[in-house]
């Protein structure tokens, strides 16, 4: 769930517009390697060159665009190459099985894990409005996958960042979306290499309902977006490192009014149009 409604929507208007962010692109070249590190079954020398491979095509393409490029203190454009060999190379050697110093955790679970394992749960089986869907990074099957419930999986998801998440709502998200309430799930910090610190387990399962709830609150946003409403905007210390920062009407630059009323129009635009119509029928009589 986004900290900024507003964030989100502008990404939805300014997919193509949006700014370089170091950290994601660093993000999207570790997932898509240790994807096909799995699925392809490379060693880590293939790993380590297709990763560099994919942080050089997106520093080329950041180069060439005119496009503003974020970065941070530890995830810089000039280090990208580095930090995605370091991680690389640790994923490497902490989740595979011919690893050097594999985590305890995988141990107990079959290698490979499912890659990318999407789900789709229907409105009515999820108490929601619309349909819940998305997809895991890794889904590991437990060695002794007989009389466990759901907890005969384990859901594991990639993070590059360097801080540790601050809510588990994303595993919980899966968990729900899979219909696997209880089911072990973690964060797997990439660039950490103390055993205690590179698994950030989930908290015990809040329950269905509450995640229903949380969804139909997100949902509530978005049909408020499709009846022309402006979302919320929550303005935070995240702003500098936001890839629409320069639409926003709150924070954004060099004409916040000039962001509300270009907002203003494309909310309008975005209005199905059966609901013009209502509105035009409705107003006729
Ligand atoms: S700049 Fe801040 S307030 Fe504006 S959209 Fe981004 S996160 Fe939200």
Sequence with gaps: METCPGRFVLSLYHDHDEAHASFFGLGSALH?????????????KRAIKNVKAKVRTFLAEARRSERRIIETSKRGMDTMLSDAERMIINWFNH???????????????MWPPKVEQTFERTADSAGTQYPVWGSVDALFRHKRAVGMGNKDHMIVDWKSGTQKQRSDFQLNFYRFGMGMGDTPAHFHHLDRVRKNAIVQQADPYPGDPEMARLITETEQIKLGIL???????????????????????????PSKSW????????VDLAVPLEIVKRKVDNGAQ
């Excluded at 989740?95 to 679970?109: E, F, L, Q, S």
């Excluded at 962001?259 to 494309?266: C, D, E, F, T, V």
């Design 32 to 44: 898509e390697t240790i994807e096909n590190t799995i699925l392809l079954d490379w060693d880590l």
């Design 259 to 266: 962001n509300r009323l270009k907002l203003r129009s494309m």
């Design 227 to 253: 009846d022309g409403k402006i979302p919320d905007f929550t303005p935070s210390f995240l702003c500098p490192y936001c890839p629409v920062q320069e639409f926003c009407p709150v924070e954004g630059w």
């Design 95 to 109: 989740v595979h099985p011919d690893g050097d110093d594999r985590h305890p955790i995988y141990d107990d679970y």
